[in-house]
């Protein structure tokens, strides 16, 4: 399982189209091959730094969605709304308590 966490910075008049994006792509997203988990959150007291997290079957399923049509029309319509670049981590479990 790889977990997925991308780290965005929206400009602060460009949430509410960004919501409406995500809205729109939500379900597809998670119903994609291999992602089996999705959710988006926002920073407390900043929200306009919102993030992904989304869990995947692995690195393979991550780059086919990333490769999808899905992935590019998603993102050509969300990057152009960010104040800042994003960042973006691949995580494996090293431990569970």
Not at 23 to 38: A, M, V, Y
Not at 89 to 95: E, K, Q, T, Y
Request: proline content about 4%; overall charge negative; glycine content about 4%.
């Amino acid at each position: 399982m790889l977990k997925r966490m991308v780290k965005m910075t929206f400009q602060k008049d460009r949430i509410a189209d960004f919501l409406v994006i995500f809205e729109d792509s939500k379900n597809l997203i998670r119903n994609f091959p291999g992602c089996q988990h999705l959710e988006l959150l926002h920073l407390e007291d900043q929200p306009e730094v919102m993030f992904t997290f989304s869990l995947w079957d692995g690195p393979e399923a991550l780059e086919v969605y990333r490769q999808s049509d899905l992935f590019r029309n998603t993102w050509s319509k969300t990057k152009v709304l960010f104040a800042g670049k994003p960042e973006a981590w691949s995580m494996r479990v090293a431990a569970e308590v």
